[in-house]
């Protein structure tokens, strides 16, 4: 089997625009929490933060009549999918290549206008375009479109395990030769008072008003996560690819496992186990023994159950070694992009590995018992990381966990 490597990223996300405003925030410790209650009716929904991608622009990446014509997660995948491709110097038109790209929900903005036009104005009124705007794989279609890949396309859907799917099956088929490499990665763009509101039935969501605490992952005073939004496309290659064009690498590919909770729809079981035989099976998978891992960029919702469930599963994984190893979730910074949230934080993996710093849980105060592991507090913290494994977990219990190696 080949060995799989990363050869390029391109990102969307409420730090920024493209890898290096990324990699910007991380390295400040910026949190892009802010308070939308002015941007969105909000009457009778209790939350009131959020984590938008206020820099992004389409029209600064797409035509006009190009970018009417896509959702905003279909526009956010695009432009993460055309950055991805331009920081790997990668030609599409070389070899085979693949489309793999997740999202939770899609685009629901788009059929809630197409809704209210059909109560208002009538059946006559309702966009052509609505199937193919709001079907879940459009990202992954419109992908494969913009840049002319005709190899393998399709989308992902497992929640917040999404695009973590997505990147470890685009692994299994370059490994496996079916492509030369892949575009895999995922989009999400649901900041929407309906969404706020269901979270927040759930009891899922932050209610703090002040942005700079609302996502406490781990922290003994947290109370849900904070919604963000954003895109975060991987150019994976097999080695043979990556050589034969002369590519750069930026991180190898070295594990995928996954798993079901078989438990609940929403919770995990309190125990973790089914984390737990996610992870264990991409070292498996890597043929790397838990002992070698040098940090987790965690699941870490910030909701108790989670991070609780979260913590055991890597207690029971990494053993004695488990209080050493750096633990951190950039949730704190970026909120929790749901189907796009595993893409955009292997981000802050490639940042570990190629900046030397391991990114901060940076709201994190207060201790709780029951998460007592290392969650790099405050600010990023000097590391050199040549193994980290990436978690992910999705309503329904669906779980992923990848494992990626320094070069």
């Known amino acids: 089997m080949s060995r799989v490597f990363v050869s390029g990223f391109g990102v969307v996300s409420p730090l920024g625009v493209g890898r290096e405003a990324l990699f910007q925030g991380l390295r400040e410790g910026r949190v892009a929490i802010r308070r939308v209650d002015q941007d969105l009716d909000l009457a009778g929904i209790a939350v009131r933060v959020a984590a938008p991608c206020d820099g992004f622009d389409p029209l600064g990446f797409l035509p006009p009549k190009r970018a009417k014509r896509l959702g905003r997660a279909s526009q956010m995948a695009v432009v993460a999918a055309k950055l991805a491709v331009e920081d790997a110097h990668l030609d599409p038109r070389q070899g085979t290549g693949a489309v793999v790209i997740g999202s939770g929900i899609g685009a629901l903005e788009i059929l809630l206008e197409n809704h209210q036009t059909f109560l208002t104005r009538g059946a006559d009124r309702v966009s052509p375009f609505l199937v193919p705007l709001m079907m879940p794989n459009a990202p992954a279609a419109e992908v494969s479109i913009e840049l002319g890949i005709k190899g393998p396309s399709f989308g992902v859907v497992t929640a917040c395990a999404s695009s973590a799917h997505a990147v470890g099956l685009a692994f299994d088929m370059i490994r496996q030769g079916q492509v030369d490499w892949a575009l895999a990665g995922g989009t999400e763009a649901v900041i929407l008072p309906i969404v706020l509101a269901a979270f927040d039935r759930m009891g899922a969501l932050s209610r703090n008003p002040d942005p700079a605490q609302a996502s406490r992952p781990f922290d003994r005073d947290r109370d849900g ?14 080695e043979e690819h990556l050589r034969r064009r002369g590519g750069e690498p930026l991180a190898e590919v070295a594990g995928f496992g996954q798993s079901s909770d078989a438990f609940h729809i929403t919770a995990p079981p309190e125990d973790g186990e089914g ?9 498996a998978c890597a043929q790397i023994n838990p002992e070698e891992v040098d940090y987790v960029n965690a699941h870490g919702t910030s909701t108790p159950l989670n991070d609780r469930a979260e913590t055991l ?3 029971k994984l990494l053993g004695p070694k488990a209080q050493e190893v750096p633990v951190s979730s950039t949730k704190s910074q970026m909120g929790h992009l749901l189907g796009a949230a595993a893409a955009v934080e292997l981000g802050a993996v490639l940042f ?3 900046e030397g710093l391991i990114p901060a849980t940076v709201t994190w105060r207060n201790r709780d018992p029951e998460c007592d592991l290392d969650y790099v507090p405050g600010s990023p913290r000097p590391a050199r990381v040549r193994v980290a494994l990436k978690n992910s977990f999705g309503f329904g219990g669906q779980n992923a966990a990848l494992v990626l190696r320094a070069v």
């Open 225 to 238: 996560f904070v919604l963000g939004e954003g895109a975060g496309v991987l150019v994976l290659e097999s």
């Open 275 to 283: 984390a737990y035989r996610a992870m264990a099976a991409a070292l």
């Open 313 to 315: 599963a890597l207690k």
């Open 352 to 354: 570990a590995f190629l």
